[in-house]
């Protein structure tokens, strides 16, 4: 069975940090290119960033790109997020993903499975 476990979500002030982690399982991670997505409050699910199954391909939103930072650890099966900057409009449930597909825009067309995700709420 496919699992997804996203965790360190929490509340940040504005321009704080923070590191998100998905852990897998059920699948060869190490072969599978992972996203990151997101939902806030009253909105639809949103693209955040792409990363190729090595890791040496990344892509990201034009709404994170500068800030966040995708990462991944096959020898442990998890896959990161890293929040720098944070704005208020960051707050949201972030969800890891496997087999996501999108447009060339960033919108989201579909995933395999995603996890049960983590709040991220950025406030002072």
């Known amino acids: 069975e496919v699992q997804l476990v996203e965790s360190g979500g929490g509340l940040v002030q504005p321009g704080g940090s923070l590191r998100l982690s998905c852990t897998a399982s059920?699948?060869?991670?190490?072969?599978?290119?992972m996203s990151w997505v997101r939902q806030a409050p009253g909105k639809g699910l949103v693209w955040v960033s792409d990363?190729?199954?090595?890791?040496?391909?990344?892509d990201y939103s034009e709404s994170v790109k500068g800030r966040f930072t995708i990462s991944r650890d096959n020898a442990n099966n998890t896959l990161y997020l890293q929040l720098n900057a944070a704005k208020i409009e960051d707050t949201a449930m972030y969800y890891c993903?496997?087999?996501?597909?999108?447009?060339?825009?960033?919108?989201?067309?579909?995933?395999?499975?995603r996890g049960q995700g983590t709040q991220v709420t950025i406030s002072s």
């Open positions: 990363i190729n199954s090595d890791g040496s391909a990344t």
């Open positions: 993903a496997k087999e996501l597909r999108r447009s060339a825009g960033g919108l989201i067309l579909s995933y395999h499975t």
């Open positions: 059920g699948f060869m991670f190490s072969s599978e290119s």
